[in-house]
């Protein structure tokens, strides 16, 4: 069965550093996300990204992050400068459509931790 | 804004023990609703779902209903097993133009002791 895998599992950062997460969505998925998920707290979104650019984004996503579709199979999320407070699970999601039926696919996550 | 609202954990249980967890959700459109689980170390696996009101989404012996008068969607089971501790998400979706972002509850830890 297809599944969304995210690369690495686990970082480590010195604060104020840029890191770069990555995400392969399913093969035939159009809309991509990315959530996190702050321990012991709830998942939140971040940004939902369709045809090459942001659809929609949370007040969390600010300017120090980005969001890329570099090829045809990769989705990245940059931190530009890392804070203590981005330590987080990163989530990566994909569909295949903007439907009712249809459901988003969670990666394993990418555990940052900023130091 | 919407927003997700589910019984606070740790639930612990005995085996074969029945299982609810409340969730109940504000909303300004007519979302999907939809229950996530995350066993301990993994990812966010969809448990089941219902698009419109009165649907019932099940799997693996859960169940939950759309009830739209009561805006609720909690989630049953029957018999619980040692393999059902995890947490569990109560998510919406509502279909707009943009994005198709779910917004989740707080999740529930679930403990099932033998």
């Known amino acids: 069965e297809p599944e969304v895998t995210q690369t690495p599992s686990h970082q480590v950062t010195q604060m104020g550093q840029e890191v770069i997460l990555r995400c392969v969505p399913i093969s035939n998925h159009l809309y991509f996300y990315w959530y996190r998920q702050i321990l012991g707290q709830k998942v939140e979104f971040l940004v939902s990204f369709y045809n090459n650019e942001i659809s929609e984004k949370s007040e969390i996503f600010d300017d120090q992050f980005s969001v890329e579709r570099p090829d045809g199979s990769n989705f990245t999320l940059k931190i530009r400068s890392t804070k203590l407070e981005d330590s987080a699970m990163y989530f990566c999601a994909s569909r295949v459509s903007g439907g009712r039926q249809e459901t988003q696919y969670f990666g394993p996550g990418t555990r940052l931790l900023v130091l | 804004g919407d927003s997700v609202t589910q019984m606070e954990g740790p639930v612990t249980l005995s085996e074969e023990a029945f299982l609810t967890i409340n969730c109940t959700y504000t909303a300004t459109g007519y979302p999907s609703l939809f229950w996530y689980v995350q ?76």
Request: with cysteine; proline share 3%; glycine share 12%.
């Open chain 2, 39 to 114: 066993y301990p170390g993994e990812g966010l696996q969809l448990l089941l779902k219902a698009t419109k009101a009165d649907d019932k989404g099940s799997n693996k012996g859960f169940e939950a209903t759309y009830r739209k008068e009561t805006t609720s969607f909690h989630l049953e089971k029957g018999s619980v097993q040692v393999s059902d501790s995890a947490v569990y998400f109560c998510a919406l979706s509502e279909i707009k133009a943009a994005g198709n972002k779910l917004t989740f509850g707080g999740g529930t830890r679930v403990l099932v002791k033998p």
